[in-house]
T-cell receptor
């Protein structure tokens, strides 16, 4: 197992377009998390899944954002009608249920909205 | 009040010195505490976790937790230029909540 994988690494899109990111967690991990990070800030929680169930969503997650984890394995994060303020690094992380060892993060997807 | 607060720095220390990084948190019910290191343009990587009051040592790193004061710290002994990075404190309520990070610069 090579850790948490995210695709794509970089995405440049025009304002108003939809984008979708993919995350493949560590296979033994049943929890998967999405975070967003902007320059000079720590990662900001967006949502998390236990298996296929989405257990929590941040108040910051507008209706334009949706996440799925249909089979409890990989997850997708979609942003509809992108805005310049959506430009950020989108980080995916996974952990086991007890979260004894913290989260393992993927390399992230850097989104630039022009 | 932010849930997890850190001094943004930069904290500048000479090579070989001890770097001391601090973090306070607001949720008294938090049980798990983590320190992550993040190099510029990279994702966070876990360096220490601590769950009980007191000190926990791992190589050159020591994490300290004081739940009564809602305070977590990280000491880096014999600091090296390769330790120059942003250090993120994270506290687990349900999902991890991160501070904004402290930028550490180790001067050769």
């Amino acid at each position: 197992d090579t850790g948490v994988s995210q695709d794509p690494r970089h995405k440049i899109t025009k304002r108003g377009q939809n984008v979708t990111f993919r995350c493949d967690p560590i296979s033994e991990h049943n929890r998967l998390y999405w975070y967003r990070q902007t320059l000079g800030q720590g990662p900001e929680f967006l949502t998390y899944f236990q298996n296929e169930a989405q257990l929590e969503k941040s108040r910051l997650l507008s209706d334009r954002f949706s996440a799925e984890r249909p089979k409890g394995s990989f997850s997708t994060l979609e942003i509809q009608r992108t805005e310049q303020g959506d430009s950020a690094m989108y980080l995916c992380a996974s952990s086991d249920e007890l979260n004894l060892y913290g989260y393992t993060f993927g390399s992230g997807t850097r989104l630039t909205v022009v | 009040q932010k849930e997890v607060e850190q001094n943004s720095g930069p904290l500048s220390v000479p090579e070989g010195a001890i770097a001391s990084l601090n973090c306070t948190y607001s949720d008294r019910g938090s049980q798990s505490f983590f320190w992550y290191r993040q190099y510029s343009g990279k994702s966070p990587e876990l360096i220490m976790s601590i769950y009980s009051n007191g000190d926990k040592e791992d190589g050159r790193f020591t994490a300290q937790l004081n739940k009564a004061s809602q305070y977590v710290s990280l000491l880096i002994r014999d600091s090296q230029p390769s330790d120059s990075a942003t250090y993120l404190c994270a506290v687990r309520s349900r999902a991890l909540t991160f501070g904004s990070g402290t930028r550490l610069q180790v001067q050769p």
